[in-house]
Nanobody, 119 residues
Framework: QVQLVESGGGLVQPGGSLRLSCVAS????????MGWYRQAPGKERELVAS???????ITKYADSVKGRFTISRVKRTIALEMNNLKPEDAAVYYCSLGWEDNPLLGDLWGQGTQVTVSS
């Protein structure tokens, strides 16, 4: 059984930085894209960033985080470096993967980790 285990998150002041990590464990027989979604209270879940396994690791970012967030990957572990955080970045962040290297992810979810941006 494949599981996604997240770490990181927490409370940070506006302008600060955080790092999220996620590792996929278990038997994976297909190449998978991995990344992060987030969901704030009262809002829909949105794709934040993803990275494929093929193509040298093709990255995709939400417009709202471009230039501030960076996703990276080493095999089954991904990291999301979040810089210059804004109050609107506060949300529960979910690690996700997409079978067959689907950069839209959504085939499996982690338990979520809270990111709070507040002074």
């Amino acid at each position: 059984q494949v599981q996604l285990v997240e770490s990181g998150g927490g409370l940070v002041q506006p302008g600060g930085s955080l790092r999220l990590s996620c590792v996929a464990s278990g038997s994976i027989f297909s190449i998978v894209a991995m990344g992060w979604y987030r969901q704030a209270p009262g809002k829909e879940r949105e794709l934040v960033a993803s990275i494929t396994a093929g193509g040298g690791g093709i990255t995709k970012y939400a417009d709202s985080v471009k230039g501030r967030f960076t996703i990276s990957r080493v095999k089954r572990t991904i990291a999301l470096e979040m810089n210059n955080l804004k109050p609107e970045d506060a949300a529960v962040y979910y690690c996700s993967l997409g079978w067959e290297d689907n950069p839209l992810l959504g085939d499996l979810w982690g338990q979520g980790t809270q990111v709070t941006v507040s002074s």
